[in-house]
């Protein structure tokens, strides 16, 4: 690329969004309608993402290279601090890499008991959803999560968005909230790190988290290997954004921006907020290598 500044090279730069879920996860979209879906928004590269799961990869790869989108294949990990779910993006890490592998299965084993647990106590309470009737929303092998509760009341008829039952009975202070196994973030971040993965803090300043992440917890995660902050995400108004803009100056983090789109199941737009093509350049060259940025 030659760097004209002109504003012809500013218009021909890619559109890169780093964080989406399929339907392996809580995205309402297979990965390859993922892929199609990217395409018609006109995302250039895009990083398929799902909840403790790599699954979705094999699926994604062939319809990036069907659509001409250019694939990162990465997850986000759920990480238990202070009783709160913090969650971690972990870019082009090893799938094959055992410590990696375990930790997922044994988060996604946790969380099939923890759903369960969950429907008895709002069906307890009244509440008209049955533990059938969430497992009927999971695709088979998925990461199973709360959004799948959500997903059985709209298909019985009692809510019409996931949103409705996320502020009614599903928020991480509700009585009905049951956690699940996930390691430490900064045991996460050692993880992505050691399977030759780069890592960085998904949306670390969401407002709706009963704890919210403290600098002290990303100096120590940045110590252990933490690559850089998700600021430009529709959780963070502008106080959140200059806050991991700071942080990211003083301990020499990059600054990446994505959508976190899951299809229908969050109003989230594929490529509302998106990452500088540079930041992607870092991400690569301190990945390992083998898994690679896949391109068309
Ligand atoms: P879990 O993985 O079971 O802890 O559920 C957390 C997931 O719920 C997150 O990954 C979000 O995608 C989703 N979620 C949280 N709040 C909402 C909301 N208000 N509307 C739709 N989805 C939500
Ligand atoms: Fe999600
Ligand atoms: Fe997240
Ligand atoms: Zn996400």
């Given at each position: 690329m030659t760097p004209t500044g002109s504003a012809g090279a500013e218009l021909a730069r890619p559109v890169i969004d780093l964080h989406a879920h399929s339907s392996v996860s809580d995205g309402t979209e297979t990965p390859a309608e993922l892929l199609a879906a990217a395409a018609a928004a006109g995302i250039d590269v895009l990083a398929i993402t799902d909840h403790d799961s790599v699954a979705g990869w094999d699926e994604a790869a062939a319809a990036a290279h069907e659509h001409g989108v250019t694939l990162v294949r990465g997850i986000e990990i759920s990480c238990a601090w202070r009783h709160s779910s913090i969650h971690l993006l972990g870019y082009l890490p090893d799938p094959q890499d055992r410590p990696l592998r375990q930790e997922l299965a044994r988060a996604r084993d946790?969380?099939?008991?923890?759903?369960?647990?969950?429907?008895?106590?709002?069906?307890?309470?009244?509440?008209?959803?049955?533990?059938?009737?969430?497992?009927?929303?999971?695709?088979?092998?998925?990461?199973?999560?709360?959004?799948?509760?959500?997903?059985?009341?709209?298909?019985?008829?009692?809510?019409?968005?996931?949103?409705?039952?996320?502020?009614?009975?599903?928020?991480?202070?509700?009585?009905?909230?049951?956690?699940?196994?996930?390691?430490?973030?900064?045991?996460?971040?050692?993880?992505?790190?050691?399977?030759?993965?780069?890592?960085?803090?998904?949306?670390?300043?969401?407002?709706?988290?009963?704890?919210?992440?403290?600098?002290?917890?990303?100096?120590?995660?940045?110590?252990?290997?933490?690559?850089?902050?998700?600021?430009?995400?529709?959780?963070?108004?502008?106080?959140?954004?200059?806050?991991?803009?700071?942080?990211?100056?003083?301990?020499?983090?990059?600054?990446?921006?994505?959508?976190?789109?899951?299809?229908?199941?969050?109003?989230?737009?594929?490529?509302?907020?998106t990452t500088a093509p540079e930041v992607l350049e870092a991400i690569e060259a301190a990945s390992s290598g083998v898994t690679e940025v896949l391109r068309p």
């Open positions: 946790s969380r099939s008991t923890r759903l369960e647990r969950m429907v008895e106590r709002m069906s307890a309470d009244g509440i008209p959803v049955t533990y059938a009737e969430v497992l009927a929303q999971v695709a088979p092998g998925a990461t199973p999560g709360r959004p799948h509760i959500a997903d059985a009341l709209i298909a019985n008829g009692t809510i019409e968005h996931r949103d409705e039952a996320f502020t009614s009975w599903l928020g991480d202070d509700s009585p009905y909230y049951v956690g699940h196994y996930a390691p430490h973030p900064v045991r996460a971040v050692e993880l992505v790190r050691a399977a030759g993965g780069v890592p960085v803090l998904a949306h670390p300043f969401t407002r709706t988290r009963s704890a919210s992440v403290d600098d002290a917890l990303i100096s120590r995660m940045h110590e252990a290997g933490l690559a850089g902050l998700e600021a430009y995400h529709r959780d963070h108004g502008p106080d959140e954004v200059r806050h991991a803009e700071e942080l990211a100056a003083r301990l020499g983090l990059l600054l990446t921006g994505s959508s976190d789109y899951h299809g229908t199941g969050k109003r989230n737009r594929l490529g509302e907020n």
